[in-house]
Nanobody, 121 residues
Framework: VQLQASGGGLVQAGASLKLSCAAS????????MAWFRQAPGKEREFVAA?????YYADSVKGRFTISRDNAKNTLLLQMNSLKPEDTAVYYC??????????????????WGQGTQVTVSS
């Protein structure tokens, strides 16, 4: 599967952004999907995942919402109440399982190219 992330930008603190990840292939609905992010000088970190359920990092819980549209082969991330510490490159990722380990970057075989999100204070 090939992934293409989009929707990033420069916003002020408190604003909202919606990221999209377009996926190729006819088996999109069978993939476990996730968003990760990486800030300068930091390791890539888990943001949110979706399988039968949705999972969030504590830092974004209540502000971000992950969803998917299987008919359109699209993964979404609605980000509200953005904070400067949300500034990072955001990556969508896919794996061919819905098993445990959704928060580990190493469990995902497919990655999008990343989209920059910058939140100014």
């Amino acid at each position: 599967v090939q992934l293409q992330a989009s929707g990033g930008g420069l916003v002020q603190a408190g604003a909202s952004l919606k990221l999209s990840c377009a996926a190729s292939g006819r088996t999109f609905s069978s993939y476990g999907m996730a968003w990760f992010r990486q800030a300068p000088g930091k390791e890539r970190e888990f943001v949110a995942a979706i399988t039968y359920a949705t999972y969030y990092a504590d830092s974004v819980k209540g502000r971000f919402t992950i969803s998917r549209d299987n008919a359109k082969n699209t993964l979404l991330l609605q980000m509200n109440s953005l904070k400067p510490e949300d500034t990072a490159v955001y990556y969508c990722a896919a794996r061919g399982t819905w098993s445990s380990g959704y928060g580990a970057a190493s469990s995902y075989a497919y990655w999008g190219q990343g989209t920059q999100v910058t939140v100014s204070s």
